[in-house]
């Protein structure tokens, strides 16, 4: 099987012979429709190109990411340090590939956190509607009410400053509108047809939700959720900045930057590299989710 | 309350009452088992509230309503589904846009958990007239008669007794509606079914229903034959109405 | 003539070459109502588009000649297009929700319409569009003026939808399916009422529909189109009597309300009818 999946007219047959084939179809069509739409491909390979950064950052460092220089501080970039060294002549490019991994890891943990909740939270309020509505929404409202950065704050600074605790207080801070948007998919499916269909079938509320409605908001959940990443990075790197996210000496993004602020106008390049890093990461995840967005239009069914 | 043993449908007294409107005001009517009963009138006249009702899908409902001697109750039931399915008018919004065709006839099955999940599929397809090519396919693949013919399958794949059918050819071109409606009278001779049927066209309905209902302002105004019907023998003004609508080339 | 088409073929991008809707359809059209009725896809509401240059972006028309009035509509200029379009043609649509501004009140829309060709005071066009509205058959003119378009019905907006197409007083209607989405009494008054107003003012009126019947009744001519060509043009009083095999099948596969028959004949597609 792994050979017909690079077989073309086997993906794109009309009439499929097993639902194996019909899913790998689909998908297909899908690649090939994200595929055609250029800013897209380009935030989808950075967005690559990033991970395996991560993951291969002991292979492509070229210094230890803690380790200090005094001798050797806030040097620009040469030979030796290609992206220069910091206030302590630690490698910033060795930094910023292990920053990568924090940064990133992060993100998917909000997500990866966050998404489940808001798609459950808002497909349960959608589909019960009356009592379960009423409250679910007005737990989010709640949540929606505060400025999201005073809000994890507090909670960062109730419990105690970390990455641990920033995950958690992103997470707060950016569920609500998943469950917002899961609650407006589903008030428009549920009264579809092909659910009162499944309903006559004697599904259960709990399999309508999971099997039928859910993988039908998944689509617009997974492009709000690429184009919130580059919020969520900027906002971990917020959180690193004022101290309460990554604690020194984890070459967390936003606090390399917090650290070198001090630096700015004689030695401008050591924050702005960061800098640079938070930029390019939240440009590479907005440009492949409006690509997304395109290539999973519901009109194209 | 006593039923000739033979209807397999009775409607007694249904009343549906939406937030600030009647919208069904006491309909009475029975169709005997293997029978087809057809329902026609204006949008708004009620008529697929009723139909609803019976499907279990609108609990909000007085009355009494019975389907193969078993009183329904308000709430969903299980045994409905054995007994109960339903076609709907709009075969683009009746098929879930990311599920293969496969995928919506076994779903009834696996709630069901009913076993023999392959053949059954391949002998609906066969019933209906698809090929077993267009097994793995999307909705979106699918022309909208083909798309009718899978929900029709969908419908039938539980072996139910009783097919409701709401307006089922009025979203389709003429000539696909003329399959459709050749594939129901055979599917109705071959599974012995008995039909309830919705329209607002008076000759699809009197083409397949030889009992057809007027209903008008939540009332059923008006029950005769077919052949009354095509012979103009109305007793109630809104059906007299209702034909005279009717456009045919002469 | 008002309306001269000859040689239209519309035509899309495919994956392989080009997907051909409409090939060559000639057809003409006075100060009558010409009926243009055909299946879904058969190209009939890209043929009355194009007409109006209003086909979608990557459709791309050819035609010996198209033209309006005598104008030709695929030479044209944008500002020329933009004085046929809304003035001197008409086009109604078969749901006015989509037709309508959601958030100026009917009144509003026609008024304004009403000012796109004349010249006058705001309170010359409110005056113009209430008694449009009584043209239109509307009871309460004065009332339906002020609401929006969610205020109402189906058969209301539509005659809303048709006061501001008449308002500019065109010289041409193009009807898509006005009344598909109607009751059929709702459906009967509103052809009735703009068999009175095409016929009062002397306009000529292409009404596309899939229902044979309905254009049977209502038109003086039919063009009968099958997957983009016109297979059969015939005066609608001798539908009845159509010659294409495709127009006989169309007729015969309808159940009748006065003719019952036990089974629909099926329609069997002879390749023959695209040559």
């Known amino acids: 099987m792994t050979a017909r999946l690079f077989d073309r007219a086997w993906l794109l047959s009309d009439s499929p012979q097993s639902r194996t084939q019909a899913a790998w179809g689909r998908r297909y069509r899908l690649w090939r429709d994200f595929r055609a739409n250029r800013p897209a491909l380009i935030g989808f390979v950075t967005v690559m190109a990033l991970l395996l950064c991560a993951i291969f950052a002991p292979l492509l460092a070229t210094h230890d990411p803690v380790a200090q220089n005094l001798g050797q501080r806030l040097q620009p970039p040469s030979a030796a340090h290609w992206l220069g060294t910091d206030e302590l002549g630690r490698d910033v490019y060795s930094r910023l590939l292990y920053g990568a991994r924090i940064t990133l890891g992060m993100v998917l943990a909000v997500v990866a956190l966050v998404a489940p909740v808001g798609l459950a939270i808002g497909c349960i309020a959608g589909y019960y509607r009356g009592i379960a509505d009423v409250v679910l929404m007005r737990v989010t409202d709640v949540f929606l009410a505060f400025p999201r950065l005073i809000l994890a704050l507090a909670f960062v600074a109730a419990i105690k400053p970390g990455m641990t605790s920033a995950v958690i207080a992103i997470a707060l801070t950016t569920w609500p509108p998943y469950a917002r948007l899961a609650r407006a998919e589903t008030l428009t499916i549920r009264d579809a047809d092909y659910i009162a269909a499944v309903r006559m079938a004697g599904a259960s509320p709990g399999r309508i939700i999971l099997r039928h409605i859910m993988p039908l908001c998944l689509g617009s959940l997974i492009v709000r959720v690429t184009l919130d990443m580059s919020s969520i990075i900027i906002f971990a790197a917020s959180l690193g900045f004022l101290g309460m996210g990554a604690q020194a000496p984890s070459p967390e993004w936003g606090t390399m930057i917090a650290t070198a602020r001090r630096f700015l106008l004689d030695q401008w390049w050591v924050p702005l590299i960061p800098g640079i890093a938070i930029l390019v990461a939240s440009l590479a995840f907005n440009m492949m989710g409006d690509g997304l967005r395109d290539a999973l239009d519901p009109k194209q069914g | 309350m006593s039923t000739p043993a033979n209807s397999m449908i009775v409607v007694d007294d249904l009343r549906v009452r939406f937030a600030d409107f009647d ?83 076994s779903e009834p099955l696996l709630i069901q958990g009913l076993g023999d999940i392959d053949r059954r599929i391949r002998r609906i397809l066969d019933d209906v007239a698809l090929p077993a090519t267009a097994r793995y396919r999307y909705p979106h693949q699918l022309s909208g008669g083909q798309r009718q013919r899978v929900a029709i399958a969908r419908a039938l794949i539980s072996e139910p007794s009783v097919l409701l059918l709401d307006e089922p050819t009025s979203a389709l071109d003429v000539s696909v509606q003329a399959e459709i409606l050749n594939l129901l009278a055979d599917l109705r001779e071959e599974h012995g079914l008995t039909y309830l049927m919705v329209s607002h066209n008076l000759a699809v309905v009197a083409h397949l229903c030889p009992t057809v209902g007027v209903m008008s302002n939540g009332e059923m105004v008006e029950i005769l034959s077919a052949e009354d019907l095509r012979a103009g023998r109305t007793q109630s003004p809104q059906t007299t109405r209702l034909r005279a609508l009717s456009t045919e080339l002469g | 003539m008002l309306v001269e088409i000859s040689g239209l073929t519309v035509s899309f991008p495919a994956r392989q070459g080009r997907h051909v809707a409409v090939r060559d359809v000639s057809m003409t059209l006075g100060t009558e109502k010409l009926g243009i009725v055909g299946e879904s896809g058969s190209g009939k509401s890209l043929t009355a588009r194009a007409l109006l240059r209003l086909l979608p972006p990557a459709a791309e028309a ?147 529909s899939h229902d044979l019947p309905l254009v049977g009744h209502f038109c003086d001519r039919v063009a009968v189109m099958y997957a983009g060509r016109v297979v059969e043009e015939l005066a609608a009083s001798e539908l009845a009597k159509a010659q294409h095999p495709y127009t006989r099948a169309l007729l015969d596969c309808m159940p009748s309300l006065t003719h019952p028959r036990p089974r629909l004949p099926v329609m069997v597609r002879d390749p023959a009818w695209l040559a």
């Open chain 2, 23 to 105: 919208a069904v005001r006491g309909v009475s009517f029975r169709v005997p088992a293997g029978g087809s009963f057809g329902i026609v009138g204006e949008s708004g006249s009620g008529k697929s509230t009723v139909m609803r009702a019976l499907a279990g899908l609108n609990t909000v409902w007085d009355g009494y309503l019975e389907v193969a001697g078993r009183p329904l109750g308000r709430g969903p039931s299980p045994d409905l589904f054995r007994l109960v399915q339903m076609v709907f008018q709009d075969p683009y919004g009746s098929l879930h846009p990311r599920q293969t065709v496969d995928r919506a006839l």
């Open chain 3, 62 to 208: 050819t035609a010996k000649a198209l033209r309006f009035d005598g104008i030709d509509v695929l030479a044209a200029s944008e500002k020329q297009m933009g004085q046929i379009r809304g003035r001197r043609a008409g086009l109604i649509l078969q749901d006015p929700k989509f037709s309508l501004n959601p958030i100026m009140t009917a009144g509003d829309q026609i008024a304004e319409a009403w000012r796109n060709r004349r010249k006058g005071s705001r309170r010359e066009a409110r005056e113009a569009a209430i008694d449009l509205l009584a043209q239109v058959q509307i009871r309460d003119p004065r009332r339906v003026a002020d609401a929006y378009p969610h205020e109402l019905s189906g058969g209301m907006g539509q005659r809303v939808m048709i006061a501001m197409m008449l308002a500019p007083d065109p010289e041409l209607l193009i009807a898509d399916e006005p009344t598909s989405a109607l009751d059929a009494s709702v459906q009967a008054e509103i052809l009735k009422l703009m068999e009175d107003l095409v016929s009062r003012r002397n306009m000529g009126l292409m009404l596309i």
